[in-house]
């Protein structure tokens, strides 16, 4: 890259950090806990959100924004589940949401009455890692069929994640799969980061990601 | 984006399609066949690659440029499974290889002694979808665990794509997953797209993919 790309690409983002400190602090000021959902495509976030908002719709109230490359899919099957509101963010071939976005979305959802907003970021392991979108938590789901190394390969993400969801364990007896390996190449990464293994699926472990998400509601959230 | 960075972006992009077509050409004066491999984190390159030059490394000489955001992984990995050469590209955090780096790439690798130079991108279904390494095709692999909709979900990719592989057919017992509606999907976006199903952990499909291979060597690259 050019040093002018380099620049214009700092000033972008830039404005989107500010935004992004924008939407944390009117998060915060309803008391309202966000979360961004970030991994590769297919490791099941849209399903993990659907059983969420299925066991826990009664209990909590949660909004989703789901953000895609391309299509409403996602939005759709989660608007399924749930009379609480799914916002639908295209990013029009962005690897990635913005601040902006999330802002926009937030404007079609009534704060006062909402406890949880689930941001379904798009399926990439890259991007996403450097956009701030003013949640409170970025949760990193990678799933057993993608192998134990991703970690290592895409360090930044797991990183930046308070929480890294290894989903699909009921995968576990039918591909290669070393569970202390990928434990270990985690740890590697960030040795603090809260680990919980699920299957969206069958159901596996979810109890325990339901009592992460109440540990986190309401909570005064820092940068 | 501002129209700034709008303008910054496309003197970026047409540098790079102007360094793709010297690589390009560079290719078809030596005869040489290169294929840029892409897909979500996990699908299964690495293992597609591994089962590839040691099925076919005596019929054919092949050499492997094997991008990734941080790690020198899937190289070390390839490279214990032949003496041609693989070449690790690190992009440093970029979400894409560039035209710039498989040049630099190919310096090493003598590609008199060559017919087919496999680029592994780095695991991302969005950005090395608009990044012309100069390759005579790009084949997207994309995984049974991933579930149906990706091609609808990630168009641009798939659109780009001469060939797509759906791998880990190994699975089909295991997850939920619908082929008739996953190649439906597929036909959407990309009615005329080689298809080639394949279980690279047990080898399942794996004649037909050579068989590709074969066809595709020594072939007069158009753009």
Redesign the interface.
Known sequence: ??I??IE??EK?MARNDELAMQVRSRLRDHGVTALNLVS???AGKTTLLERTLADLGDELRIAVVAG????H?DASRLEALTDRLVQAVVTG???HMDARQVSTALDAIDLERTDLVFIEN??????PASWDLGEAEKIVL??V???E??P?????MFREAGCAILN?T??LP???FDLDRAIAYLREVNPDQHLILTSA?TGDGLEVWYAYLRSKLGAAVAE
């Open positions: 890259m050019t002018r790309t214009v690409r972008v590769s495509p297919g895609d490359v391309q299509t899919n071939g962005a690897c798009v399926g990439n392991l890259v991007c990678f799933s069929p993608e192998g190394d991703k290592v390969k895409y360090p930044r699909k009921d995968l039918h591909v290669p699926l």
